[in-house]
């Protein structure tokens, strides 16, 4: 966040009752026409963006934004989307000044010698969904071919399939008939829900490895996926895409809020797979339902709306809400790439969608959350690191229009250089709890719990909750 605005901000603030954005006559001026408009605004959004982290600095922790609760608003989970975001912002717009933290960051947070995203300062939010956000963002640095990392290190390709690795075997028929709970230590709050995220993250990974790799067996694990969340009704006959249930329901409870994070990454891995198969009518089908069913519901007016929890009057979206536009943006472009035959329709809601997430920035790149006001809604106290990710999200997949990108993710057969290990993560051997336990920790880890149920999906639990009790 850019200090002098944020002071301005409060200054204003004190001054008197006009709203803040009123005051501020100095937005950020895009011409979506222009490439060249694009990326020199998206240059500033990044900015805005990375002076939210601090993990480069002497004493930090490399890979993490300031978290997780208490310590600071970011659980680990949204720099590994961070990270994924901005391989994805040097793909679209070529500009590599973050690849070297990226890389370095992407490397540490799998913690050697397993490298399989579950390091072990953070297993008290360690979810499936968190695990895999960081899976996601190495899957993608193999499907644009980023920088790889060195021959001693673990590679963006294995690093993905440790996460597919250990988290396959986490699938659990005892209850449910099938399906990956959200957490995965046993004492986590959140173990006994088996929810949306946690298996979209899960078959969006697998879509991708088959797609990149060429390995069936992937894929039968996307279908798989697939098949399960609509027959426990998370994927309803409409393509709406609820959150959860849990197990000692038989995950029947069904928790009906829509969050947008859910849709976008089930959409990909739909459309990945989709492009796997050559086009199979099945996977066509699901595509273009949930691409359907996705643009009415949150894109009322061609503007992105988080609707669960943006509502008219207020805003209720926690940290980590503030960061799922951004994930569907992102989504729709590899969409609009993989499936050609939504392309056009597609590329018609990303541009005016971003028109609005525009409108909600300062000249100097600061963002706000809303983006169907034309103003900037100074919610600071919710990111910014989550409204600067998105709408440089929404910049950067402005520009599928290029060679390189429209040649769709690509594959070992199509120039991706990663290498694999069809047996990576296997080493891992449960989680070890970190080594000295201090009274401190204790503590601290009992806090971690407790905040956690007010995490990403967590928070939907009483958020679903709360929402229908008040509407
Ligand atoms: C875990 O925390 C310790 C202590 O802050 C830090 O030195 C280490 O780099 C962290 N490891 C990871 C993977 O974040
Ligand atoms: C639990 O639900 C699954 C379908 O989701 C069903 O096949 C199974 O019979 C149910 N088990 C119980 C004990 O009701
Ligand atoms: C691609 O990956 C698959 C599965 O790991 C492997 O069998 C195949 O040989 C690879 N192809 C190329 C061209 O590297
Ligand atoms: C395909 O992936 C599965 C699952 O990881 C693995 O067991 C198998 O060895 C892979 N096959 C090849 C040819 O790499
Ligand atoms: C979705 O499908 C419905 C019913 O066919 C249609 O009325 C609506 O316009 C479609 N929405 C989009 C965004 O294409
Ligand atoms: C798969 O993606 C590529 C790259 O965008 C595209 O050219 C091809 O037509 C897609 N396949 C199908 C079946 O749509």
Redesign the pocket.
């Known amino acids: 966040m850019a200090p002098t605005a944020k002071a301005l901000l409060c200054s204003l603030l004190l001054v008197g009752s006009r709203a803040p954005a009123q005051v501020h006559a100095a937005k950020l001026e895009v011409n979506l026409d222009s490439k060249d408009s694009i990326k020199a605004a998206a240059k500033l959004v990044a900015a805005n963006l990375m002076a939210a982290y601090h993990g480069d600095e002497p004493g930090q922790?490399p890979?993490?934004l300031p978290g997780p609760p208490p310590n600071g608003p970011y659980y680990w989970w949204q720099a590994g989307a961070m990270w994924g975001t901005l391989v994805d912002y040097w793909y679209y717009t070529g500009d590599d000044t973050y690849n070297a933290e990226a890389l370095r960051s992407m490397v540490?947070?799998a913690?050697a010698p397993v490298n399989s995203y579950m390091?072990r300062?953070w297993t008290a939010s360690l979810g499936n969904d968190d695990q895999g956000f960081w899976g996601m963002a190495a899957l993608l640095a193999a499907e644009t071919n980023f920088e790889n990392p060195a021959a001693s290190q673990p590679q963006w390709l294995a690093l993905a399939q440790a996460v597919f690795n250990t988290q396959f075997p986490r699938w659990e028929m005892a209850d449910c008939n099938g399906g990956l709970r959200w957490q995965i230590p046993t004492i986590n709050g959140g173990y006994d829900y088996k929810n949306t995220i946690a298996n979209a993250v899960f078959l969006n990974i697998a879509a991708r490895l088959a797609r990149y790799t060429h390995n069936d067996t992937y894929a039968q694990w996307a279908d798989r996926t697939y098949d399960w969340l609509a027959g426990v009704g998370y994927i309803t006959e409409e393509f709406n895409v609820l959150d959860g249930g849990h197990v000692q329901h038989n995950c029947t409870d069904l928790n009906p809020v829509q969050f947008s994070a859910n849709a976008a990454l089930l959409m990909q891995g739909v459309a990945i797979m989709f492009n796997y198969t050559n086009g199979e009518e099945k996977w066509r089908a699901r595509t273009a339902g949930l691409l359907n069913r996705t643009l009415d519901h949150f894109f009322p007016d061609g503007i992105m709306v988080e609707r669960a929890c943006e509502l008219a009057d207020r805003v209720q979206c926690n940290v980590d809400q503030h960061s799922f536009k951004g994930y569907m943006h992102r989504s729709l472009a590899v969409t609009s790439v993989v499936a050609p035959f939504t392309r056009a329709t597609i590329l018609r809601y990303l541009r005016s969608s971003t028109a609005g997430a525009v409108s909600s920035c300062l000249s100097d790149g600061t963002c706000g959350f809303r983006w169907t006001t034309g103003d900037y809604d100074g919610d600071v106290a919710h990111g910014p690191a989550g409204q600067q990710m998105s709408v440089l999200a929404a910049l950067s997949t402005l520009l599928t229009d290029q060679e390189n990108v429209l040649k769709g993710p690509l594959t070992n057969q199509t120039g991706g250089t990663s290498q694999g290990d069809p047996n990576a993560g296997q080493k891992f051997q449960g989680l070890a709890p970190p080594k000295e336990v201090t009274a401190g920790d204790k503590a601290g880890a009992a806090i971690v719990t407790v905040v956690l149920l007010v995490s990403f999906v967590g928070s939907v639990l009483w958020m679903g909750m709360g929402v229908s009790e008040r509407s």
């Open positions: 922790t890979g993490i540490f947070q913690e390091p300062n």
